[in-house]
T-cell receptor
Framework: GQNIDQPTEMTATEGAIVQINCTYQ??????LFWYQQHAGEAPTFLSY????GLEEKGRFSSFLSRSKGYSYLLLKELQMKDSASYLC??????????????FGTGTQLKVEL | DAMVIQNPRYQVTQFGKPVTLSCSQT?????MYWYQQKSSQAPKLLFH???????NEADTPDNFQSRRPNTSFCFLDIRSPGLGDAAMYLC?????????????FGPGTRLTVL
């Protein structure tokens, strides 16, 4: 199975930039997703990476290095509403027929004034 | 417009009393998933349907069952809830499996077992 590691929590200042890292081990990498989850709410999709490199989407960017088993989510111009848990999820050909998403435990981001 | 709907949002049941959670979708997606998420933990996949094809995770207890009577609806049945089954239950859908098909989550049902 997968082993997905993320920092448990991070704190950053409004207007700043924060990078949330995720490392993983898979038998057959088949894509990586980032989700945002506010307390008591459902996860919402942020980004998808399957090839190496940076995917940019507004204030959020996600980077992938398959050789290093590493991804990061970059949040720019932080806003108070960005305070949430950020979940890294990996799909692996070796599990669930290549369709199953395995989630990390999430990084709780707190944005302060 | 709501796309993945879960009812109820909060469910209280008694130890051992069967309970059913429901999920419906307006996206006409082929795949529907049920996840269990306990406090400060990752969502854990219980099972998923591709159309009518049921796929159970190896470590999902027999206490958990699912039904998908049509494309739009999927149910999670907990036959004899234990205290350890108290959690948030998330329903999700995707158009297809694999590729960049993202999963759309419902708001979840928080289950309390007394």
């Amino acid at each position: 199975g997968q082993n997905i590691d993320q920092p448990t929590e991070m704190t950053a200042t409004e207007g700043a930039i924060v990078q949330i890292n995720c490392t993983y081990q898979t038998s057959g990498f088949n894509g990586l997703f980032w989700y945002q989850q506010h307390a008591g709410e459902a996860p919402t999709f942020l980004s998808y990476n399957v090839l190496d490199g940076l995917e940019e989407k507004g204030r959020f960017s996600s980077f992938l290095s398959r050789s290093k088993g590493y991804s990061y989510l970059l949040l720019k111009e932080l806003q108070m509403k960005d305070s949430a848990s950020y979940l890294c999820a990996v799909r692996d050909w070796a599990t669930g027929g290549g369709n199953k998403l395995t989630f990390g435990t999430g990084t709780q981001l707190k944005v302060e004034l | 417009d709501a796309m993945v709907i879960q009812n109820p949002r909060y469910q209280v049941t008694q130890f051992g009393k069967p309970v059913t959670l429901s999920c419906s979708q307006t996206l006409n997606h082929n795949v529907m998933y049920w996840y269990q998420q306990k406090s400060s933990q990752a969502p854990k996949l219980l099972f998923h349907y591709y159309d009518k094809d049921f796929n159970n995770e190896a470590d999902t207890p027999d206490n958990f069952q699912s039904r998908r009577p049509n494309t739009s609806f999927c149910f999670l049945d907990i036959r004899s809830p234990g205290l350890g089954d108290a959690a948030m239950y998330l329903c999700a859908t995707s158009r297809e499996t694999g590729g960049n098909n993202e999963q759309f989550f419902g708001p979840g049902t928080r289950l309390t077992v007394l």
